[in-house]
């Protein structure tokens, strides 16, 4: 008799389960995770106090080329992740390393001593925050070959500027009239040349030791408005969405992909809600369909596309019940702030299950286990 849908599923996400892990112990060993970053179980893990527990579900954004004290404090503390950089944060490469290099370099409790995530976009063409390669955007890449290279040289740019974390390739397949293709952001029009070239473009950053961010789960290429400006309602057939939109991501997973951003427009096909608020496309999709078993991130929650989705803290709230890891503030460091309290908040009233953020925190400090030892 032909096993139940439930039962194949589970048979599915085994055999996924199985080639993912497998998947992550060569990206821990090609993103320097010998020795000290290689300690991940849970038998080595830090106690975490609910304060750090919620930091480290928090990359923290902030104005200007020196991070707040208050920042610094936090990261001393054990209560954050890591930080994202933006083109207000960068004069120079230089600049940027010096930076770098100092955050990593503040003591912190016994266990939370692995790098922290250091962030940026660094797509390519217009979309750098750190001066220098790659200079071409998707658009302009025209075969795996000079997408690989491309993502080759943007990870000896952030390399040098100590960033290990690159939120890209975008992996979006346009439609006619897509804000990214107005952009020249998208590596194109059919599903398997984005697929192809994305996953050259990931594999160049592995090469070079910078963590992979698959983005926009599930396919941001049908929106004609950047969620940057305005709400986005994408209403595609799921199964034309799983057939084209999610076939690049199912790529990069399969090839190890370390986090997926979840997008921030709506898809009526699954959900009401936007992605990054949906269990259904981060649970049942993203992680139950797909297999995925990275960290997953939201795009900017602090935009027009969420805000009728209540105040900073509710929307953080919402990500994370949904299964976001890492919500993402960028707007500044008091937004980030206060969405850190809200879920400190929350997990304190019983809103949120402790052991589960524990659990879940973990899982970040996993992934920065995999990291090079800090700068000096």
């Known amino acids: 008799?032909?096993?139940?849908?439930?039962?194949?599923?589970?048979?599915?996400?085994?055999?996924?389960?199985?080639?993912?892990?497998?998947?992550?112990?060569?990206?821990?060993?090609?993103?320097?995770?010998?020795?000290?970053?290689?300690?991940?179980?849970?038998?080595?893990?830090?106690?975490?106090?609910?304060?750090?527990?919620?930091?480290?579900?928090?990359?923290?954004?902030?104005?200007?080329?020196?991070?707040?004290?208050?920042?610094?404090?936090?990261?001393?503390?054990?209560?954050?992740?890591?930080?994202?950089?933006?083109?207000?944060?960068?004069?120079?490469?230089?600049?940027?390393?010096?930076?770098?290099?100092?955050?990593?370099?503040?003591?912190?409790?016994?266990?939370?001593?692995?790098?922290?995530?250091?962030?940026?976009?660094?797509?390519?063409?217009?979309?750098?925050?750190i001066p220098g390669s790659p200079r071409r955007a998707a658009a302009e890449l025209r075969s795996a070959a000079s997408a690989r290279e491309s993502g080759r040289a943007a990870a000896r740019t952030l390399r040098s500027a100590g960033v290990n974390t690159n939120l890209a390739p975008v992996a979006d397949v346009a439609r006619a009239g897509a804000a990214l293709e107005r952009e020249r952001r998208t590596f194109g029009r059919d599903a398997a040349t984005v697929a192809e070239r994305a996953g050259a473009f990931a594999a160049g950053l592995r090469a070079g030791a910078v963590l992979r961010t698959a983005k926009h789960f599930?396919?941001?290429?049908?929106?004609?408005?950047?969620?940057?400006?305005?709400?986005?309602?994408?209403?595609?057939?799921?199964?034309?969405?799983?057939?084209?939109?999610?076939?690049?991501?199912?790529?990069?997973?399969?090839?190890?992909?370390?986090?997926?951003?979840?997008?921030?427009?709506?898809?009526?096909?699954?959900?009401?809600?936007?992605?990054?608020?949906?269990?259904?496309?981060?649970?049942?999709?993203?992680?139950?369909?797909?297999?995925?078993?990275?960290?997953?991130?939201?795009?900017?929650?602090?935009?027009?596309?969420?805000?009728?989705?209540?105040s900073i803290g509710r929307r953080a709230l919402l990500a994370y019940r949904a299964g976001i890891d890492l919500p993402l503030f960028a707007r500044d460091y008091p937004t980030g702030s206060a969405a850190a309290a809200a879920l400190l908040d929350a997990a304190r009233a019983g809103r949120i299950d402790g052991d589960a953020l524990r659990s879940s925190a973990r899982r970040v400090l996993a992934l920065r286990a995999t990291l090079s030892p800090r700068a000096r």
């Open 1 to 129: 008799m032909a096993p139940s849908r439930a039962t194949a599923r589970r048979r599915r996400l085994v055999a996924l389960g199985a080639v993912l892990v497998a998947a992550g112990a060569v990206a821990a060993v090609a993103l320097g995770g010998g020795g000290r970053g290689a300690r991940t179980s849970q038998a080595d893990a830090p106690a975490l106090s609910l304060r750090q527990a919620v930091g480290q579900h928090m990359v923290f954004a902030y104005d200007g080329l020196r991070p707040p004290a208050a920042l610094r404090r936090r990261i001393a503390r054990g209560e954050a992740a890591g930080v994202i950089l933006f083109a207000r944060n960068v004069r120079s490469a230089g600049q940027v390393r010096a930076v770098t290099r100092s955050l990593q370099a503040i003591r912190r409790p016994a266990g939370h001593g692995a790098p922290l995530l250091v962030m940026v976009d660094q797509e390519g063409g217009a979309v750098r925050r």
């Open 218 to 310: 599930p396919g941001f290429g049908g929106a004609t408005v950047n969620t940057d400006d305005a709400p986005a309602r994408i209403a595609l057939p799921l199964a034309t969405l799983r057939a084209v939109d999610e076939a690049p991501f199912a790529r990069l997973v399969g090839d190890g992909a370390e986090l997926v951003m979840l997008s921030t427009a709506i898809y009526p096909a699954l959900d009401d809600r936007p992605a990054a608020l949906s269990s259904r496309w981060i649970g049942d999709e993203l992680r139950g369909r797909l297999g995925f078993r990275g960290l997953t991130i939201s795009d900017d929650l602090a935009t027009p596309a969420v805000a009728a989705y209540g």
